[in-house]
């Protein structure tokens, strides 16, 4: 179990005095105080930790929040930063002598600017949103994160989300121009803006991923791209998890650029198929699913091109779409794994990274490794980049799978770092990762990047008892 | 000068200047040492002898190297494997007067990205992960070698950027990427300044990977041989699909006029600012929104004799005006104050980087913050002292 820390009492004592401060910024109904209400904010995406916060404010503007930080701060209450709770690392996890403040009601687009292919956003607005606001003039925002049509963008920008897409069109950090952000003293900063370079150092690229332990995101520039013409995939299937990683090797390295290049393992394509019925062949080990983008002609050659490099590789099955509806029954399977899994089982979704050369060694010591714990795990990953999504597939309600389930996990986490991988490539470390941060960092580099917290934050205040383990952060050097 | 030859060596002469006191000038090949604020350093701390490649996998577009592996030899082994960097690195020597060969870690410490820029990101995109040694002599590392990397803040991007301030980088994993099989470069003639970002922004809405864009008014197009103002689009991909990006350019340009292909490369000057070389002019480097960009320069131009040339789709302008005793410095950041974006003075003579700021004034919060950050790399003070700011 991952411990949070003893709240502070004398915080809690003040609960009813920063509640009727609150309320002379915020509307009454605007400052969440009642047990009740609270509970809808105990929780992210990984709701197996729950804790009510101490009280909720939701603002309309980037000046309230400033009052706000400004309030919390003399409270000597932290302020846990929150999108649309969607993180599956625990990122917006409440402690009980926190403030949430959410941004759902900050989510207006303020300005579309296609010529300099440029959006400003408030941060609440969700992912999908901003793509939907510029769809008819042609363009869209490319990070993808699969959670897009719920997540906000000031939630993209705390983890430096990705998405199935971001092999071609990278993430967050790549897409972001501009931030204006509440610091720790409520001062209000702009950093960046519609033009491509930020002078000085690069705060943008450092906020960007800082996981809310920064400042308050307010408003983001980001970049704008136009829309391909059109995209369709083709779908190959292995006999071998190892073969099927040659074959994704072979693509990247080819520079035939897909946009989308997807892995599922046996279990994910049974359990797919089985829910989705997407003419998945069931007489195969893993699937491959490659994304190409163009005009009809260019998609073509493309394809073409990747079945010839695949083919020596020997898939046993190769299905190319040559139409919307079977690139949408391609794709049914693979976005229909997670809640075809979810409907079998509770499941911990994990988000290490792994050199593509590691993929099927990482791959076969994984089904080792869930033999050894009992328990099943299906893969579904962003291949192209190394980015694995074991699913660890438990039972909830009994308190030994869930530890089981943990256990696995961590096993698995540090498995990818043993490959020279990562913890995490896009979901963030928030409180679940936070106490294998040592397996990838010695104590000094943690260190060091706590001592940039604090030079953000000296208090401390932003996001408590998220990304580094707990006892480096209570025994941090008086800032 | 100390020439380690190992991260161990580059710790081990940090530690020892911290003991003695002794401010060090960090440097590689030594092609950037007239970029940023003149450097007040007893001694220099070269990098020039980590030329190793820790790792190469063509098959995952990533590469990791010692910093002081030259650009020429990095592009060497790339071209092997028929790859290259995704952000195409300038070589400002001509620009500069430098001797010496540009290395990676030089390309990172000052973040220098090319004409690809627009479409493939800047050097900090292509960062994967860094080796560095702090001011206290600590080897500490950041990120990693995978493609994509959550785990604990972004601090390699910190660090590109930041002229060597807050540590010495010692090694660098980047992504790189395929060279594509044809490479055709579009010009339109006779544009001026706004039309041309019109023309540029028009081949930008496009959905067809357009991969540099730039404008050339005529008395800086002269320079490259061509008659006339040129607003210059590179398209790629393979043949048949370069063929249908041209047609699809010259199609969504036809208001512009005439859209061409030509034989010539302009891109290899564009980058290293060749129009520019060889005069004793002051160079600014403005990054500010496209559309904003005519009108600056124009403003600029009623003020101030000068020549400016854009890249980045106008995003990115390079400007040259007399140098005299400030290198036009209240003027150019006059201009840009109204707008999104900051001036960059790129070249001056030491004595007139000395005396104005290089980099943009940043807002006090915004400058108190970098300062609490260098602090907390470098608390005594010893890496490159002065360099970004005074």
Not at chain 2, 164 to 178: D, H, Y
Not at chain 2, 251 to 256: K, M, R
Request: proline residues 5%.
């Amino acid at each position: 179990m991952i411990e949070m820390p003893k709240p502070d009492e004398s915080v809690i004592a003040k609960r009813a005095a920063l509640a009727a401060q609150l309320r002379a910024v915020l509307p009454n109904e605007q400052v969440i105080d009642t047990a009740e209400e609270l509970k809808a904010y105990e929780c992210d995406a990984l709701n197996s930790y729950r804790q009510p916060p101490m009280l909720v404010v939701l603002p309309d503007t980037t000046e309230q929040v400033a009052k706000i930080v400004k309030l919390c701060a003399s409270a000597g209450a932290p302020i846990v930063p929150r999108g649309s709770g969607t993180s599956l690392a625990g990122g917006s996890l409440p402690t009980a002598d926190a403030v949430v403040l959410g941004l759902s009601r900050m989510n207006d687009v303020l300005e579309v600017d296609t010529e300099n292919r440029v959006i400003r956003v408030e941060t609440g607005i969700t992912n999908l949103a901003v793509s939907a606001n510029i769809a008819h003039e042609g363009f869209f925002y490319a990070p993808d994160p699969s959670s897009q049509l719920a997540c906000a963008i000031g939630g993209n920008i705390a983890m430096n989300s990705g998405g199935a897409h971001c092999l071609k069109y990278g993430v967050t950090t790549n897409n972001l121009l501009g931030v204006k952000m509440v610091m720790a003293d409520g001062e209000i900063v702009e950093i960046g803006g519609a033009h491509l370079d930020a002078g000085g150092y690069d705060l943008l690229g450092l906020i960007c991923g800082s996981e809310g332990q920064f400042g308050i995101v307010t408003e983001a520039t980001l970049k704008i791209l136009p829309l391909a013409e059109g995209a369709r995939p083709i779908l190959f299937g292995f006999d071998t998890n190892e073969v099927a990683g040659e074959a994704v090797a072979a693509i990247i390295k080819a520079g035939l650029s897909p946009v989308a290049l997807e892995f599922m393992d046996k279990p994910a394509i049974t359990v797919s198929e089985n829910f989705a019925k997407a003419g998945y062949p069931l007489d195969v080990e893993a699937l491959l699913i490659c994304e190409v983008e163009g005009s009809e002609e260019e998609i073509d050659e493309q394809l073409t091109r990747i079945e010839a490099v695949v083919a020596p590789f020997k898939p046993s099955t190769v299905k190319r779409s040559a139409n919307d509806i079977e690139s949408a029954k391609i794709w049914a399977g693979r976005k229909a794994a997670f809640g075809a899994i979810g409907q079998l089982a509770d499941y911990i979704c994990l988000d290490g990274c792994v050199p593509l050369s590691e993929l099927a060694s990482v791959l076969s010591e994984t089904a080792r490794l869930a033999e050894k714990y009992d328990l099943k795990v299906a893969n579904v990953f962003h291949a192209g980049d190394g980015n694995l999504h074991p699913l660890i597939m438990y039972e909830a309600n009994d308190p030994n799978s869930a530890r089981k389930a943990e256990e696995l996990g961590a096993d698995l986490l540090r498995l990818c770092v043993e490959k020279d991988g990562c913890l995490t490539g896009e979901h963030g470390v928030g409180i679940e990762k936070r106490e294998l941060m040592l397996t990838q960092f010695n104590e000094r580099e943690l260190r060091q990047q706590m001592a940039v917290k604090d030079a953000f934050d000296a208090g401390w205040m932003f996001n408590p008892a998220k990304v580094f383990p707990l006892e480096l952060i209570e025994t941090r050097d008086a800032a | 000068m100390l020439t380690p030859d190992s991260e161990a060596g580059v710790a081990a002469a940090i530690r020892d200047a911290v003991v003695s006191k002794t401010p060090l000038e960090l440097t590689a090949g030594g092609t950037h040492r007239a970029l940023g604020r003149p450097v007040q350093a007893a001694q220099t701390l070269s990098l020039s002898e980590l030329t190793g490649v820790t790792l190469y996998e063509p098959g995952e577009l990533t590469l990791v190297v010692q910093a002081g592996i030259t650009i020429a030899a990095l592009n060497k082994l790339l071209d092997a494997e028929n790859q290259q960097l995704t952000f195409e690195p300038p070589d400002y020597r001509a620009l500069l007067s430098s001797t010496g060969e540009p290395t990676i870690g030089g390309a990172i410490a000052v973040a220098a990205s090319g004409p690809r820029r627009l479409r493939a990101g800047a050097a900090r995109d292509a960062l994967l992960g860094i080796r560095y040694v702090n001011g206290q002599g600590e080897v500490l590392r950041s990120g990693g070698r995978v493609m994509k990397n959550v785990t604990g803040y972004d601090l390699p991007k910190l660090m590109c950027g930041a002229y060597g301030t807050l540590g010495a980088i010692t090694e660098i994993g980047l992504k790189v990427i395929p060279k594509v099989e044809v490479v055709r470069t579009l010009a339109i003639l006779g544009l001026d300044d706004a039309q041309a970002v019109a023309a540029m922004s028009g081949a930008l809405k496009t959905p067809t990977d357009v991969s540099a864009a730039a404008h050339l008014p005529q008395s800086v197009s002269k320079e490259l041989g061509f008659t006339d103002a040129v607003t210059l689009l590179r398209v790629e991909g393979f043949e048949t699909q370069a063929a249908y990006r041209i047609t699809v350019l010259q199609e969504a340009l036809s208001e512009f006029g005439s859209v061409e292909t030509i034989e010539s490369d302009p891109w290899p000057a564009i980058r290293d600012v060749m129009m520019f070389a060889g005069d004793d002019r002051a160079v600014w480097r403005l990054s500010v929104k496209p559309t904003d960009a005519p009108g600056l320069v124009a403003a600029l131009q009623t003020q101030i004799e000068c020549e400016a040339f854009y890249d980045w789709g106008g995003g990115l302008i390079w400007l040259a005006c007399d140098e005299g005793a400030d290198a036009q410095e209240p003027i150019v950041r006059d201009a840009i104050s109204n707008i999104d974006g900051h001036a960059t003075l790129m070249r001056a003579s030491d004595t007139v980087r000395a005396a104005v700021p290089v980099f943009q004034p940043e807002p006090k919060p915004i400058a108190a913050l970098s300062e609490r950050i260098r602090a907390e790399f470098d608390p005594a003070g010893i890496l490159n002292p002065g360099r970004m700011r005074g």
